[in-house]
């Protein structure tokens, strides 16, 4: 996953799991050249509420373990990282990852969808959670659009 990729590289460069927020910005805006300083603060926002990373007080701290990820020498993220991302997507990504096919996934979701006349992202975690994949963390946004639409 390309945002794991880039929040990871601030850390790596520090060879931690804990950077000051200012440090973050300026390896991916001034070491790196990947974003702004203000598109690097939008990215903070956007992995913070996908849970890759955590406020500590002044301090970001990484949900994972930096030094596991690989970044290719050619690797440089795509402006797509700084929009949210639907739950839908955050599921189809988690599926995607585990190895089942984009194609399939969609076509199982769109299947439950219909079948039980629910939201798309309330298809998507039945379906993850049924592939065995832990969407537990997606299920309340989940509810909550299933809740809107009711």
């Given at each position: ?70 970044i290719d ?42 079948e039980y ?23 309340p946004a ?9």
């Amino acid at each position: 996953m390309s945002l794991r990729v880039a929040v990871a590289a601030p850390f790596k460069q520090h060879g931690t799991n804990r950077l000051r927020e200012n440090e973050f910005v300026v390896a991916l805006s001034l070491d790196r050249d990947w974003f702004s300083p203000d598109q690097s603060q939008r990215l903070i926002d956007v992995a913070t509420q996908e849970g890759v990373l955590e406020r500590d007080g002044p301090e970001l701290v990484a949900t994972f373990d930096p030094s596991s990820v690989t970044i290719d020498d050619d690797f440089v993220p795509g402006d797509d990282l700084l929009r949210e991302r639907s739950t839908f997507e955050r599921v189809l990504d988690a599926l995607v990852a585990s190895g089942v096919e984009k194609h399939e996934a969609v076509g199982a979701i769109n299947s439950l969808q219909q079948e039980y006349a629910i939201t798309i992202e309330a298809a998507a975690v039945v379906y993850a959670s049924g592939e065995g994949i832990d969407v537990d963390e997606l299920a309340p946004a989940a509810r909550s659009a299933l809740i809107e639409d009711g």
